[in-house]
């Protein structure tokens, strides 16, 4: 009867899948089985009409719904197959060559928003993030002269692969200019261009790539000698419109764009000098006032003193210094008689004193050196006076005493300005 076939029709999608589910375990006949795919896809409308009712009624979201279904079936498939452990992102991170090539693979940006978000791993991801930067590590070599024209490109060497990358160029072509890395930008400063002396600054993006003007230096100047210390900018020296060597030194705040004149260098006026830091000291090496100087000096940032270092065992001008190992190398360079130079002289700044160290494989004066993870990389110069620029390179591993060539560089490039970020 009706009454009898209403009684026995179910309230709901979960009734009808258990009376078809009794209906089947009776018989496995066809309609059987179709009356139970039936139920079943009613279940699934119902479940579905309700979650959007959840969500319209901001009780459930569907990310936390999909989340806590994600979780009841892992749980489930754990019961029915236990692990025999349940490592945690810590443990992953435990081991250092793994948790290494992770963040190498998802790069600084993605390892600095774990920090950012994970306090249980805090520890470990700084220690990683600063293995990463290490790993991620990239030369940056740009400007200069090819022997005959002043270049405004500019290119990026990759130790890990060992290849060279061109970049967007510089804006304004000038030579003589120097600058340094800051506030994870490239500052190019001064130098020359239609025989001006330059007070004028452009800044290289590594992440965006792309190059803007910066506030002018108080004082034109080529051929000065630049170094980051403290997140601030430090021009030291060079020479003027007369050719005249300048003691002349001013700062860059990066963050608030201005310049700062500070008291001169309490050592000799010089241009092309090396330059280099340590332990949030300037150290500046040799150089050329009426010749070719030897002598060195450390500057202070934190009560602005200037102090005489001995002097290296021979002058150079044009020489490129860095900083690896808790020492600072000095190398190549013009000497007296206009002889180029591949002899490399180490500062120890605790002994106070100079040591010898293995020369490079070529002489080489007004080239770039960059440092980092206990290596030294020195990239183009020139050889012979008024000759051909290098696109050579070498690098230098402080710990191992040996020096290795490395790709050469796109372009010959003497007097260019270098520098090493992690992007």
Same mark, same amino acid.
């Given at each position: ?14 009734g ?41 009624a ?5 990310d ?11 749980a489930?498939d ?23 090539s ?7 940006p ?47 060497f ?5 290849h060279?990358?061109? $970049? =967007?160029? /510089?804006?304004?072509?000038?030579? !003589?200019?120097?600058? #340094? %890395?800051?506030?994870? @930008?490239?500052? &190019? +400063? *001064?130098?020359?261009?239609?025989a001006?002396t ?39 020296g060079?020479?003027?419109?007369g050719g ?64 005489? $270092? =001995?002097s /290296?065992?021979?002058?150079?001008? !044009?020489?490129?210094? #860095? %900083?690896?190992?808790? @020492?600072?190398? &000095? +190398? *190549? ?53 008024d ?26 490039r ?10």
């Open positions: 009867s009706s009454h009898a076939r209403r009684a026995q029709r179910p309230r709901s999608a979960g009808a899948l258990r009376l078809a589910m009794a209906a089947a375990c009776g018989s496995c006949s066809q309609p059987a089985l179709q009356s139970w795919r039936a139920a079943l896809a009613e279940l699934r409308e119902e479940n579905a009409a309700l979650l959007d009712c959840l969500v319209a901001g009780v459930l979201s569907f936390t719904f999909r989340a806590r279904l994600h979780r009841r079936r892992f489930a754990l019961r029915a197959h236990p692990l025999s452990c349940c490592p945690t992102l810590i443990d992953m991170l435990a081991p250092a060559a793994l948790a290494l992770t963040a190498s693979f998802a790069g600084l993605a390892s600095r928003s774990l920090e950012a978000t994970c306090s249980d791993v805090l520890g470990s991801i700084r220690v990683l993030a600063s293995a990463v930067r290490k790993a991620c590590m990239k030369v940056y070599v740009c400007g200069g002269n090819d022997g005959g024209e002043f270049l405004t490109s500019m290119e990026r990759d130790p890990s692969t060992g060279w990358e061109e $970049l =967007p160029p /510089m804006p304004e072509q000038r030579h !003589g200019a120097f600058g #340094a %890395a800051v506030g994870g @930008r490239l500052y &190019v +400063c *001064g130098g020359m261009a239609h001006e330059l007070s004028s600054v452009e800044c290289f993006d590594p992440l965006t790539g792309t190059w803007a003007v910066a506030p002018p230096m108080l004082t034109a100047r080529v051929g000065a000698s630049t170094a980051a210390v403290g997140g601030l900018l430090y021009v030291c060079g020479s003027s419109d005249y060597a300048l003691n002349l030194v001013e700062r860059f705040d990066p963050e608030a764009m201005t310049w700062e004149a500070l008291p001169p260098m309490r050592i000799e006026a010089r241009y092309w000098a090396a330059v280099a830091t340590l332990a949030r000291h300037l150290f500046l090496f040799g150089g050329y006032c009426q010749g070719a100087l030897s002598s060195t000096g450390c500057y202070d940032p934190s009560d602005g003193r200037w102090e005489a $270092l =001995p /290296m065992s021979q002058p150079r001008s !044009g020489a490129v210094a #860095a %900083a690896a190992s808790g @020492r600072l190398y &000095v +190398c *190549g360079g013009e000497g007296p008689d206009e002889i180029f130079l591949s002899v490399v002289e180490l500062y120890d700044p605790v002994a106070g004193a100079w040591l010898s160290a293995p020369a490079m494989s070529w002489p080489r004066s007004a080239a770039v050196a960059v440092s980092f993870a206990g290596r030294v990389y020195v990239c183009g110069g020139e050889e012979v006076l000759g051909y620029a290098l696109s050579s390179a070498e690098c230098f591993d402080s710990r191992e005493g040996t020096w290795q060539a490395l790709a050469p560089m796109h372009q010959p003497a007097l260019a300005i270098g520098a090493t970020f992690c992007w």
